[in-house]
């Protein structure tokens, strides 16, 4: 499934070309298989597999063991570390005939009957966000443990630096491994520990039907070590299944039994304890379908579980973190149908090309095991979508013309083992190379080709924002100063490439997929497949990390294509260089600004305009060009504003949303001119931030009036001791160092919540059932950021019972309501605000049922809900009480959206209804003779106005520092250059420095318990600060990002040659 | 249906090597990277089975790697001093996960500029033994990486071993890699240097530098300027006066070609200074 093999010109030959034309050559170009032997987690098995298989390959489809990941197939992400002897491995890039006769441990192996102290210690810290790269850092970690129980943090990054993370910026990864000591020495509580219920789960299973696979039976019960029938391909089989009973739906009446936790209960030999129980209900037990629940774990692991009550500023180990440590988290790619078509995309090699197809009938009926070539002739619906409908210009498959390298133009559909062995090098294609222009300055010239025809020179649109007379402001000012920033692209590199599958139920088509947006996706699978939205049905899986990528569709439309067409299931998990080339990346953005003081030091004015390469398609653009104009001032008073954003298309990747929406971009542009100004003020650069800073009262670029909760100023006070303890000690070091020289900087954001003056409402339902649950339908995708907790912890106060109680069902979008994309940090607040709301709808009905005030208590003990009101108690036994369709005795819904007004022409109005505010401090030192930086310590101060879970807000901050450095110092996406995680680089943990967070509480009063969004925040001070500390140490600001060790050192040598 | 064999004995694989084009199989570090999703199409033989490839041991004369010694394996010999300047390179392949599999023939016969072990193997004189079913030669080192994924390896031979002659394995060495992050980097550049120090005056200097040039390469005329010199900071001086005119960066995402050649210059100091201390800096 690999865009590689779509190149004509990357193709290899045939080894045996006389012989390949031959269809029993063609089904049998492959290697022949051999038995393997060898064990798996103490268990031996044998397996039937082509000898040079991917072990990974061997442990996910042949073994069904989904807890090892596979994040780019080439030892760079190191996901699919697996122990082969004892020894950390990438299993991606181990032949199959080199673990034969060798024991292999997997993540699945590691919680032998209860959860390993490292598991545990994971939990404990919150080191695990997205969970996708969380098992191959926990089997690194183990076999680092093995030999050194007590690592120093020097040591932890050694062994684990062959492990990508995007979410968390590893130091809490770092701290886990470093405590997991401790949490060896704590006895294990065994199965006499009582068992309340835990209120832990994972919500991904909802209304899933999935075949169960051969290899676990019912023959592997307690004591029975054998898998009992090592079926040697269950995937290769496909094609035998009876497709009998519920037809062509990957049905069953169990649910997926190779999920990990039945592995760890009932298979890898802790089958001898509680009665083989595994640590993990699955669905379809009591507990009813779509939901999951956690017994007590076994491991003395506090889960923190507040009680009633308590719920918001507290930090249970997050409600889904469990199956994120065992490996049994089910993503994208977890879940895929046995009899599953695969899908192959072929993809444009180039980027401006028209192309027409030959014969495709003949070519695919040459070939045994492929069922069907689907093109855009094939669509039924609109060929044409986008996230923001009157801008939506992207078709599913080109129709003649691709605009960008990645383009998907043609999907080849067949039985597994005939894709696995598809060389695609002879697809009937002729593509006709046409001129490209891939950077800004290419693309807007007068005369220069159009991407889109109605799109006069290649403007999307673009955004203004106009406030008072800037020229007259900057032309009156005491001092000025201008400045240009360049910025590259930048690549989302969640480690789980998308991934899903997609059925067909009755008359309507299941698409189970991760994602940031299940009902933006129903609609745009809808439109494209010419369905009514209710025959689409979203099931999101656990997402592995989206940053923005996984809000716009990416092979939804594809595989339901094939599913509606074959009426087969379709299974399709990108590879690494196909997630990286045909999704969306960040914006590239051409800067300039001019911002003058007066002679106090206070902004007078400010004029911005940037430039935002927004590729072939539209997706985010719009919002880029929109969200920039409002925030290019930063979070200070500019009583003098204009402010551009222009987004054009290029025939570059497609750049969507990205973690800021391009304030990122325009926050280095402003924050990086503010250490100019004071230094030519010779005024300090944090206190010259202080004194401009936006404070309660004050008015906003759009002319907002911000009456409260604006945090920036206790955000940058908070930094002081920091700043000055900082400073001192690089002067202090850089009088004795000539070499190195130390920098610090200081940078500043702000961040309006939720959509730009557009509606985005959530919807919340929550419930009680008979059985004394409290059911929340949690509609926030978590995509590791922790909405699955932090919502649930809202409803819990809001409702006034304990977080234990609840249990969760999935966003699907058959049984939740819609509670928007996970997007514009936007969840806590928006999301929030309607659990909150949910929630006291819930309670106010339960008071009224039970005629008590809003004074009364709630508890539920069994199926039995108290209601306390002073010495007074209610007895409501919940089975007595009639049910809904879905189960619940009570329920509320309600719906929030953010009261915000329209931007008029000049951008003026009330676009958000809420704003987040933070400052960071970065500490560095810079070899200038090498033009290397080496981060020392990043300070962060984040006005969050509540933390509703503060360890998670810490795993935000760290995560998004870690992104923010990488955007800072060493990403930049070149399409058909860097399409691999080796080329591409993102910050590996020995990157990212101690991070001091510095919770800062002003509450807004529009957020839920006062809290305001922070996910998109916590990215956008870094790389300004980082760059103010670059030119601290060395004089040089650089100017165009990344600022790489070769740019740092080109201008450190221009800066020497002027003088 | 494409061959797969995976011999127990040398002479098994040469053997075969003799019918036909084969693909060869070790670490598999490279080979499945560059393979991608695509199906193989070639005959491959794994050369996995071969005990007799795998560990290090010592002649009168050599040392001898065996073709299947993995990183990690080398790391872990106990080796002379000498030797520091191939660990420290092992230590930074990849990752831990590459190490423990990927051998440092392979990383030889992949022919990268920014192959790991080649300046560091370099900086001990080290040739490649090669075996066919009728002949078996011996390369140096220079001799047998020819370009940019090319080598002298022909289709009938596969390498047996890495020889490093015993009067190479004197003095102390440091290899220096520059990336742009701290681990799993493809260098920008990066140096091996070994020197013998007698009596305060270097006897001997080696210096290797990759990632500068489309074979990684020694820098005679370095090693001449800092022959006869005493073992002190002019060591420094000496480098940084020192051509080098075998490096011939070329400009990629990494960095610009004119970065790469200072940067490979200020770490041949670093690293000279470091073999003449016999202290690692970092890069």
Redesign the interface.
């Known amino acids: ?2 865009e ?2 779509s190149f004509p010109g990357e193709a ?5 070309g006389a012989t390949s034309d031959t269809s029993a ?1 063609r089904l ?5 298989a051999a038995d393997i032997a060898f064990q798996v987690n103490g268990i031996p098995v044998s397996v039937s597999a ?3 298989r ?1 072990l990974s390959t061997i442990l996910r489809d042949d073994l069904r063991l989904i807890g090892t990941k596979v994040g780019c ?4 992400c ?1 996901a699919c ?1 697996v122990l082969v002897g004892g ?4 299993a ?4 199959a ?2 673990v034969a006769g060798a024991t292999v441990t997997t993540v699945e192996g590691l919680a032998n009957g209860s959860l390993s102290a490292l598991q545990a210690a994971f939990l404990h810290h919150g080191a695990a966000q997205c969970g996708i790269c969380t098992p191959g850092l926990l089997v ?1 970690a183990t076999a680092l443990l093995a030999r050194n129980p007590r690592p120093t943090e020097m040591e932890t ?3 684990l ?4 993370c995007r979410c968390t910026g590893y130091r809490k990864i770092i701290a886990a491994v470093m405590d997991a000591g401790r949490f060896a020495e704590q006895p294990s509580h065994g199965s006499a520990a009582p068992h309340p219920p835990a209120g832990t789960f994972s919500p991904y299973s909802d209304g899933e039907k999935e075949e169960a696979p051969a290899l676990v039976t019912a023959s592997s019960q307690q004591g029975d070590r054998v898998w009992a029938s090592p079926t040697p391909s269950p995937l290769r089989g496909a094609t035998s299944p009876p497709s009998g009973g519920r037809g062509k739906e990957p049905s069953s009446a169990s649910a997926h039994p190779s999920s990990p936790p039945s592995f760890g209960g009932e298979v890898v030999g802790n089958a001898d304890r509680s009665g083989g129980r595994a640590h993990i209900r699955l669905p379809g037990s009591s507990q009813g379908e779509g939901q999951r629940q956690l017994d007590q774990p076994d491991r003395a692991l506090d889960l923190r579980m507040p009680a009633s009550g308590n719920a918001v500023g507290a930090s249970p180990v997050r409600l889904d973190g469990i199956p994120k440590v065992t490996g049994g988290e089910r993503f994208g790619g977890d879940s895929f149908p046995a009899d599953a078509l695969a899908v192959l995309v072929v993809r444009s090699p180039f980027h401006h090309a028209t192309f027409a197809f030959g014969d495709l009938d003949a070519w695919s009926s040459a070939k045994p095991g492929i069922v069907a070539v689907f093109t855009a002739s094939d669509i039924p619906g609109r060929n044409c979508f986008g996230v923001i409908a009157p801008f939506a210009d992207q078709p599913a498959l080109a129709e003649g013309h691709v605009r960008f390298r990645g383009e998907a133009v043609a999907l080849v559909a067949g039985e597994r083992a005939a894709i ?4 695609v090098a002879d697809f009937p294609i002729r593509w006709n190379e046409l001129p490209h222009h891939l950077q800004i300055g290419e693309a807007d010239l007068a005369g220069a080709a159009l991407v889109h025809d109605n799109r006069p020179g290649n403007l999307l649109t673009k955004g203004l924002v106009e406030r008072g007379d800037p020229e007259a402001a900057l032309a009156a000012a005491a001092h000025t100063v201008t400045g240009a920033i360049e910025t590259s692209y930048v690549e989302h590199a969640y480690i789980e490439p998308e991934a899903g599958h997609a059925y067909m139920d009755g008359d309507t088509l299941v698409v189970v997929a991760c994602t940031q947006a299940p009902y933006m996706d129903r609609d745009d699978t809808a439109k494209v497949l010419g369905l009514p939205v209710e025959k689409v049905r979203i099931v999101p899986t656990a997402t592995g990390g989206g940053f923005g990528s996984k809000l716009d569709v990416s092979l939804q439309p594809l595989i339901g294509l094939v599913a509606l067409k074959t009426g087969r299931p379709a299974a399709l998990a990108y ?1 690494r ?1 196909e997630s990286m080339m045909s999704t969306t990346k960040r914006h590239p953005a051409q800067m300039k600004a001019t911002i003058g003081v007066d002679a106090d030091g206070r902004i007078t004015g400010m004029v911005f305009a940037g430039d935002f390469n927004t590729g072939a398609y539209a997706s985010w653009g719009p919002t880029v060009a929109n969200r920039v104009p409002v925030h290019a001032s930063g979070p200070y008073a500019t009583p003098n504003y204009r402010a551009e954003g222009r987004a054009i298309h290029t025939h570059g990747p497609i750049s969507g949303a990205f973690r800021g929406f391009g304030v990122p971009q325009a926050t280095i542009m402003q924050e990086t001119l503010y250490d100019e100004l004071a230094d030519v003020l010779d005024m300090d650069r944090l206190e010259f931030r202080v004194l401009n800073c936006l404070r309660d009262g004050s008015e906003t670029v759009t002319g907002q009036r911000l009456d409260s909760g604006v945090g920036i100023g206790a955000c940058l006070e908070a930094l002081r001791p920091h700043w000055a303890r900082a400073g001192a000690e690089a002067e202090a070091f850089n009088a004795v160092n000539a070499d190195r020289k130390r920098g610090i900087g200081v940078a500043s954001c702000w961040y309006g919540c939720g959509n730009t003056s557009l509606p985005n409402p959530s919807t919340i339902k929550v419930g009680i059932s008979a059985n004394g649950d409290v059911v929340l339908h949690q509609g926030a995708i978590d995509i590791g950021q922790g909405s699955n907790t932090v919502i649930t912890q809202i409803c819990a106060d809001a409702l006034g019972l304990p977080l234990e109680k609840f249990r969760l069902r999935s966003a699907d979008t058959a049984i939740t309501p819609d509670a928007g994309k996970t997007s514009a940090s936007r969840q806590t607040f928006v999301t929030g605000k309607a659990a909150e709301k949910a929630g006291r709808a819930l309670r106010e009905a339960i008071l009224r049922f039970a005629n008590v005030s809003g004074e009364a208590r709630l508890e539920l003990q069994g199926t039995t809900l108290l209601i306390r009101e002073g010495e007074a108690a209610r007895r409501v036994d919940l089975a007595t009480l009639e049910a809904s369709a879905d189960g619940l005795v009570f329920l509320a819904e309600a719906t929030y959206d953010p009261p915000t007004l329209p931007l008029d022409a000049k951008g003026q109005g009330k676009p958000y209804a809420v704003y987040g505010y933070g400052a960071q401090l970065a500490e560095l030192e810079v ?1 200038l ?4 930086v080496k981060l020392l310590k990043i300070t962060a101060a984040h006005d969050v106005g509540k933390a509703i879970n503060p360890v998670l807000v810490e795993g935000q901050i760290e995560g998004g520092i870690a992104q923010g450095i990488g955007m800072a ?2 990403e ?1 996406y ?1 399409p058909g ?2 399409e ?1 995680l ?2 591409y ?7 990212v420095p101690p991070v001091e967070t510095i919770l800062v509480e002003v509450p807004d009063p529009e957020g839920p318990f006062g809290a305001k969004g922070l996910g998109e925040h916590v990215l956008i001070p870094t790389a300004p600060a980082i760059l103010n500390a670059i030119r601290h140490a060395t004089g040089v600001l650089i100017t165009r990002l990344p600022a ?3 740019r740092i ?2 201008a450190i ?1 221009e800066k020497e040659a002027r003088r | ?2 061959r ?1 064999a ?1 011999p127990t004995t040398v002479d098994e694989a040469l053997a075969l090597l003799r019918e036909g ?1 084969w693909r060869i ?1 070790a ?3 490279d080979v ?2 560059a393979q ?9 033989i ?1 050369i ?1 089975g071969l005990a007799e490839l795998d560990g290090i041991g010592e002649t009168e004369t050599h040392w001898l790697i065996g073709a299947r010694t993995s990183w ?1 394996s080398l790391v872990r010999h106990p080796l002379p001093a000498a030797f520091d300047v191939v660990k420290q390179a092992g230590r930074e392949v ?5 190490q ?2 990927g051998t440092i023939a392979g990383n030889l016969c992949n022919a990268s500029p920014a192959a790991d072990g080649v300046p560091a193997l370099l900086a001990l004189d080290a040739d490649v033994e090669l075996r066919s079913a009728v002949t078996t030669r011996r390369l140096p080192l220079r001799e047998f990486v020819l370009g940019v994924r090319r080598t002298a390896l022909r289709p009938d031979e596969m390498v047996t071993a890495i020889r490093v002659p015993k009067g190479a394995c004197r003095g102390a060495s440091a290899f220096l890699k ?1 990336g ?5 980097v ?1 260098s ?1 550049a990066m140096v091996a240097a070994r020197l013998v120090v007698e009596r305060g005056v270097v006897v001997e200097a080696a210096v290797a530098v990759g990632s500068c040039s489309a074979v990684a390469t020694r820098l005679p005329a370095v090693e001449g300027a800092l022959h006869g010199r005493e073992a002190d900071a002019s060591l420094v001086d000496a480098v940084m006066a020192a051509p080098m005119d075998e490096l011939s960066p070329i400009a990629d ?4 070609a ?2 790469r050649r ?2 490979a210059r ?2 041949v100091a670093r690293a000279v200074r470091a073999a003449a201390g016999g202290g690692r800096v ?2």
């Not at chain 1, 290899?12 to 045996?16: D, G, L, Y």
């Not at chain 1, 630096?161 to 990508?164: N, P």
């Not at chain 1, 003779?929 to 290397?932: S, V, Y």
């Not at chain 2, 995402?253 to 610009?256: F, H, K, M």
């Open positions: 499934m690999s590689a093999r290899r030959p045939n080894a045996n050559a049998g170009a492959g290697m022949q082509p000898p040079l991917r197939d080439a030892g760079d190191g570390t020894n950390p491995v990438c991606c890039l181990v032949p005939a080199s690194a990054q050694d062994a630096g062959g492990v990508l696995a062995d598809l060389d590879t260089a070899d003779r090498l033009g290397t110092l060493m930049e070149i250059r860097t691999n080796h080329d680089l993102i910050p590996t943990i020995g990157d790489t060790p070769s050192h080109a040598r | 249906m494409i797969y995976k084009p199989l670490g598999g570090t499945y990277p991608g999703s695509r199906p193989f199409r070639d005959d491959i794994d996995n990690t990849g990752s831990a996960q590459i423990n599999v520059l742009a992050r701290r681990y799993l493809i920008i995402v990494r960095g610009s004119g970065y200072d940067a200020e770490l970092a890069a």
